[in-house]
């Protein structure tokens, strides 16, 4: 039978409603008998004992919180009676024992993949155009509009059409507001090229303008982007006077990767005869590197090619105790196979920092850490922000009070193996295992990133719903209830609802996810964020983003 009530850790004097209960209820939970002083929705938490003025509050076993007044036990927690507060953290000595998952189940297993001349392989098979300034956006949009309805990739015809019928409707003196369009089923079409997974465009708003900094960090993101396993190919357009200069991003791609040899086509609209003749150019040079790239095939790869990003948006209470630690034993499972994890979003990592530290395997490497956090915390605050500000108000309805209750939640994606290396926003990750990575917890802010560290998948768990993608690394969206897989059926890939109603264990739905994820990586299953064309990209300025 479902539990109703939840202790997630020992040391917890709160516990977590996994279904709405109500005023003076008695639950009993572990020989003991609490009565509810009012009504506790699901995923928000009760307190187990009297509280008093600036008694430490616990959750998952660490520091969420402080009291804010004498608090009744059997009350809710909320915003008004407790406030956010985390123990401090340091470097201590590594002493960290981990034992990995049974991975016998996956021994052996492969996936189909792109394999590149540098041993890396990609999950998918893109090009990619890459404007070093937004000047060159509309011109990109043009051709995008352009090469998307030709070579098959476009997934708006449905709507064209639906315009179309408002239109003919409209023209007839029909009343279109009583008029459904919902059996439009008519099939995408078909690709062109059956080995290029998509042709992706990189708008965004910088290159010039702002500070040098500004252009110096997008200049890494868009290399990084560029060099990426699943890239086979890249057309560059520039203005030629902004900050952002080609010269510097061929500079950056080669520092990355010396030994880059992927088509990469370079137009600059102030040395063109015209914008036509730009555009017609950047198409045609285009196409004939889709032939060429549209000759490798998927071949089988082990399971350690996987670079697996693993993110949270739109989260609820029920993120840190189905989805995030469902994806955690994915991950454990992935490291165990030889794989690589990357864990990032450092605002969500407040209040789990010292458990990361004495995670990591290298001293240099948790100093690193200790260093980007501190840094990054102290620019929140002197904007007048900080850490403790992070949860939205979607977080708090649905019970995350507080930014050490998300982020401990939000740690669990990483699961539990040591940490190998930490990077800083846009550097690679050449290590295998768990990689910490530095970005803001911001949804697309996040995304872009790890796909800059080179995450060739990326699970994103949400309880609240995000239709969030990337333009080139599959996006894999896990519910972490039953009740949004059903009503947001068309963005949700994996449901972990079964370990909230006590049908699936942890462990299982972490196989499960694995599984999945292996088929994603293979082009056997098309996640739904890839459908949409669900392309967000938002280049990070290092500025305070949450």
């Known amino acids: 039978m479902k539990s109703r009530v939840l202790r997630i850790h020992p040391k917890d004097n709160v516990l977590v409603a996994l279904q709405d209960l109500k005023q003076g209820e008695t639950i009993t939970f572990e020989d003991k008998v609490y009565t509810l002083t009012e009504d506790i929705p699901a995923k928000h938490k009760f307190f187990t004992q009297d509280m008093n003025l600036q008694d430490e509050i616990y959750m998952y076993g660490v520091l969420v919180g402080k009291a804010q007044y004498p608090i009744p036990v059997g009350s809710i927690m909320n915003t008004q009676n407790t406030k956010h507060a985390v123990e401090p953290y340091t470097y201590r000595p590594y002493q960290y024992d981990w034992q990995a998952p049974d991975v016998s189940k996956f021994a052996g297993s492969t996936f189909n993949g792109y394999w590149r001349s540098d041993g890396r392989v990609g999950t998918a098979n893109y090009w990619l155009f890459v404007p070093t300034v937004f000047c060159e956006n509309r011109n990109l949009d043009v051709i995008k509009e352009a090469m998307h309805n030709e070579l098959g990739y476009t997934v708006t015809d449905k709507y064209k059409r639906f315009t179309h019928s408002l239109i003919r409707y409209y023209e007839q003196g029909e009343d279109i507001t009583n008029v459904d369009f919902s059996a439009d089923s008519t099939a995408p079409s078909e690709r062109y090229f059956k080995n290029i997974d998509g042709i992706k465009f990189l708008n965004h708003q910088g290159g010039c303008g702002g500070i040098r900094q500004d252009a110096a960090v997008l200049s890494k993101l868009l290399a990084a982007y560029a060099d990426h396993p699943n890239v086979a190919g890249v057309t560059v357009l520039s203005l030629g006077c902004q900050n952002l200069q080609v010269a510097d991003f061929q500079k950056d791609l080669l520092e990355r990767n010396p030994g880059f040899d992927k088509p990469l086509f370079i137009f600059e609209q102030q040395q063109s005869q015209s914008e036509e003749q730009l555009i017609k150019e950047a198409i045609k040079q285009t196409f004939a590197g889709l032939i060429e790239a549209n000759k490798l095939a998927r071949s089988p790869a082990p399971i350690s090619k996987l670079v697996l990003g693993v993110k949270c948006g739109g989260s609820d209470g029920f993120s840190g105790i189905s989805a995030n630690p469902a994806v955690g034993y994915t991950s454990d499972l992935l490291v165990g196979l030889g794989g690589t ?33 501190g840094a990054y915390s102290a620019a929140a605050e002197q904007a007048g922000s900080g850490f403790h500000m992070n949860p939205s ?31 800083d926003y846009t550097e690679q990750a050449i290590k295998p295992g768990l990689n910490l990575v530095c970005t803001p917890g911001n949804d697309v802010e996040a995304t872009t990133g790890k796909a800059a560290s080179g995450a060739t998948l990326i699970l994103f768990t949400t309880g609240l719903g ?43 739905m972490g196989e499960d996810i694995l599984a999945y994820c292996i088929k994603a990586a293979s082009g056997e299953i098309t996640p739904k964020a890839v459908l949409l064309n669900q392309d967000d990209f938002i280049p990070w300025k290092r500025g305070v983003s949450l």
């Open 341 to 373: 994890v990357l864990l990032a979003e450092f605002p969500e990592l407040c209040g789990a920092e010292q458990q990361l530290i004495d995670r990591t395997k290298d001293e240099q490497a948790a100093k690193k850490f200790i260093k980007l956090m």
């Open 393 to 423: 108000p979607g977080n708090i309805k649905d019970g995350l009070i507080t930014d050490a209750i998300k982020s401990n939640g939000a740690a669990k994606k990483g699961g539990t193996s040591p940490v190998e290396d930490v990077l």
């Open 466 to 508: 995000t239709p969030t993608g990337n333009p080139i690394c599959p996006t894999i969206k896990v519910s972490t209830n039953k009740e949004l897989t059903r009503r947001m059926s068309d963005i949700i890939d994996i449901d972990t609802g079964p370990v909230i109603d006590g049908e699936k264990t942890i462990e299982q």
